[in-house]
């Protein structure tokens, strides 16, 4: 069992910087990746990026490859998505997601931050 929990989601203007957090309660060490996703009004939901979680190794993807930033701090069980230089087209709801080991989709969502940045 794994539990979700975003923060730090929140009206900013175009060209400010949010860091968004996804606290992770499990019972056992059970989560090998923890993904982003955002999803626009509208649209279908986008995958961000992930880190994985006893390498640190990310991917991202290309539309927000040199402005997000995923990290990890397992002491906190805590991952993050630093976003810079943001842009009205990234105003969405942001969801944080785990893999567990040996899934093959991510399993586990967290209920959601809204992120709207003004033009």
């Known amino acids: 069992q794994v539990q979700l929990v975003e923060s730090g989601g929140g009206l900013v203007q175009a060209g400010a910087s949010l860091r968004l957090s996804c606290a992770i309660s499990?019972?056992?060490?059970?989560?090998?990746?923890m993904g982003w996703f955002r999803q626009a009004p509208g649209k279908e939901r986008e995958f961000l990026g992930y880190?994985?979680?006893?390498?640190?190794?990310?991917l991202y993807t290309d539309s927000v490859k040199g402005r997000f930033t995923i990290s990890k701090d397992n002491a906190k069980n805590t991952v993050y998505l630093q976003m810079n230089s943001l842009k009205p087209e990234d105003t969405a709801v942001y969801y944080c997601?785990?893999?567990?080991?040996?899934?093959?989709?991510?399993?586990?969502w967290g209920q959601g931050t809204q992120v709207t940045v003004s033009p």
């Open positions: 499990e019972r056992t060490l059970s989560v090998f990746t």
């Open positions: 997601a785990a893999k567990t080991f040996g899934a093959a989709n991510y399993g586990y």
């Open positions: 880190v994985v979680r006893n390498s640190g190794s990310t």
